[in-house]
């Protein structure tokens, strides 16, 4: 019967597609959770949505100056901006892109190039590419507005740098998919990342020694002569030519950018066409390893009794198994140690912009007793994303909390403790950095800060674990995208961390309404006291909630 078929165009076959994705979208909003699920991610959108709008604004009236004022080579700048933007962003913002899912894609006669138009579409998806088009559009719009006549050619090389971009960035995500496939790999990039984020610190220094002086357009035309070859700079080469009449660089201009789209075209052809092929990204060793490991010598039975011995003193025997797992999650997964190196690499960041005896930004330094609670805050707002879906990483393993003869009560104790020692781990680390970049808080600021962490993370605590309960989300080791929350769980987190928010500044703000500096730390001292009440009486409750949930985390985690 194959044979007697007719062949599927690649149109129809991209149409197929796009029709049973959007009847995926419409039948899945049936359930009341995928509707949740889509209000979350439109409020998160809406939030998108007005960081996008400020920058248009800029890149409006850059283009519209730089063209109608003549200073046309000044044209790469905001070309250089979206470049590094659309390039830079989806690697930290991994989580929040279209994932790609070949594998589900591979059960479908797929012509390779239907697969590969599919996968680039998938690019088009993420927030830095759609706000990167925009920003490019409007930037078309001013220097159209300046000169009319440009319009053609602006057109031409904005479908360029968009496929460029789409293509590059899809590029560099499909490798570091496989880089990060391994745990040496993930090492090696999270060092040169840790590297990189601290050696920008001395970038601060540059940056006043050339703020005081006024631009020199002889060193900006320097620069741009290293950076020429590159897209940006090819790109406002093509609209000075075009504004000036000169052919030549409008050819040289166009033929360099489109040698760069066919160069990576070419190279995400290849991967994709591994992919195409069956490629299986994974941990699992080779199997000559595996091998050799079963042959290899196990341990001993006091070695295995002495660490069973070590967690029963440590940690009740039901507690301890979970603490255990959660552990090695965290270490084998190499993305979450992005949110272990981000706070302390910002704290750095955040103190020379706003602290310090010579602040960038600020005319003078802040206060520490003004800046640490707010670092602190913001540190627990980092930590505490993956709380809000605690089961990410279970899989099928869900299914044996549900056999196993332990209570939900002690997996919730396990895993929170866990998050409570992380976060911990990281306010300490991050009080230290501040301390030393702006000084220490005073005495009251200090124990204020401390019970008004313990108060926002325990009061959050028992919010994130209905959250895991109510609205789970299967994340995988080693993948870079489609790796996010629930929708519904991200607006639950931004809700309860602007009301804790909202409390811990009305009760630090009593330290000047009465003048006793140690009000607030009276004050969060009895609400840590009651949230941490509060947070035990809700772990049975939760435990009952959990049966009732089983489907939901089944269906969820098991697919």
């Known amino acids: 019967m194959a044979d007697l078929a007719s062949p599927i165009s690649l149109a129809d076959q991209i149409r197929l597609v796009a029709g049973l994705r959007w009847r995926m979208l419409i039948n899945g909003l049936r359930k009341k959770n995928n509707v ?14 007005i960081l ?57 006669p797929f012509s390779p190039s239907a697969f590969y138009l599919i996968g680039l579409a998938y690019g088009l998806a993420d927030f830095p590419a759609l706000a990167s088009i925009c920003w490019l559009l409007v930037m078309t719009a001013g220097a159209t507005l300046a000169k009319p006549s440009i319009l053609p050619i602006m057109l031409v090389v904005t479908m360029l740098i968009i496929l460029l971009n789409v293509t590059m960035e899809r590029l560099i995500g499909s ?71 000169d052919f030549a660089d409008i050819a040289l201009g166009l033929s360099g950018l489109t040698g760069f789209v066919f160069l990576f075209s070419a190279l995400l052809w290849q991967r994709y066409a591994s992919q195409y092929r069956g490629e299986e990204l994974s941990e699992s060793p080779a199997l000559v390893r595996a091998v050799q490991a079963r042959v290899a010598p196990r341990p001993s039975t006091t070695q295995i009794i002495n660490a069973g011995q070590i967690s029963r003193g440590l940690l009740p025997p039901m507690l301890g198994p979970v603490v255990r797992k959660e552990f090695s999650y965290l270490l084998r997964n190499g993305f979450a140690f992005f949110l272990l190196v981000l706070p302390p690499a910002q704290m750095l960041l955040f103190s020379s912009q706003f602290g310090g005896k010579h602040p960038l930004i600020a005319g003078r330094a802040l206060h520490a007793d003004l800046f640490f609670p707010g670092m602190m805050a913001y540190t627990v707002l980092v930590a505490m994303g993956p709380a809000y879906n605690a089961f990410a990483y279970e ?165």
């Open 395 to 559: 899989g099928r393993g869900i299914q044996t909390y549900f056999t196993a003869p332990l209570r939900f009560s002690d997996i919730f104790a396990g895993k929170n403790l866990v998050s409570a020692v992380v976060i911990a781990f990281e306010v300490a680390i991050c009080g230290m950095v501040l301390a030393w970049a702006i000084g220490p808080p005073s005495i009251p600021t200090l124990f204020a800060t401390t019970f008004a962490l313990i108060f926002t993370v325990t009061g959050q605590l028992p919010i994130a674990n209905w959250a895991s309960l109510s609205f789970p989300r299967k994340l995988e080791f080693g993948s870079m995208r489609g790796q996010r929350n629930s929708g519904v769980s991200v607006w639950i987190m931004f809700g309860a961390q602007i009301v804790l928010a909202g409390i811990s500044a009305l009760v630090l703000s009593t330290a000047r309404w009465s003048g006793n500096p140690w009000l607030p730390a009276e004050g969060f001292a009895f609400l840590a006291a009651a949230t941490l009440g509060g947070y035990f009486a809700s772990l049975q409750p939760l435990s009952e909630l959990a049966e009732k949930k089983k489907e939901i985390l089944i269906e969820a985690l098991c697919r």
């Open 52 to 108: 996008v709008i400020g920058p248009s604004f800029a890149f409006y009236f850059a283009g519209y100056s730089f063209v109608s004022e003549g200073r046309l080579q000044w044209l790469a700048v905001p070309f250089w901006a979206i470049f590094v933007f659309w390039q830079l962003i989806p690697i930290f913002a991994a989580g929040f892109g279209s994932r790609f899912e070949f594998r589900t894609l591979l059960r479908f």
């Open 36 to 49: 949740l699920d889509l209000i979350g991610m439109g409020f998160v959108s809406f939030f998108g949505l």
């Open 175 to 245: 490798w570091l998919e496989r880089l990060l496939a391994k745990r040496r790999s993930r090492e090696i990039f999270f060092g040169i990342f840790i590297l990189i984020m601290f050696s920008t610190q001395f970038i601060t220094p540059i940056q006043r020694q050339y703020a005081k002086r006024s631009p020199n357009p002889a060193a900006f035309a320097g620069m741009v002569k290293y950076l020429a070859p590159f897209p940006p700079s090819l790109s406002a080469r093509v609209i000075a030519g075009t504004v000036r009449h």
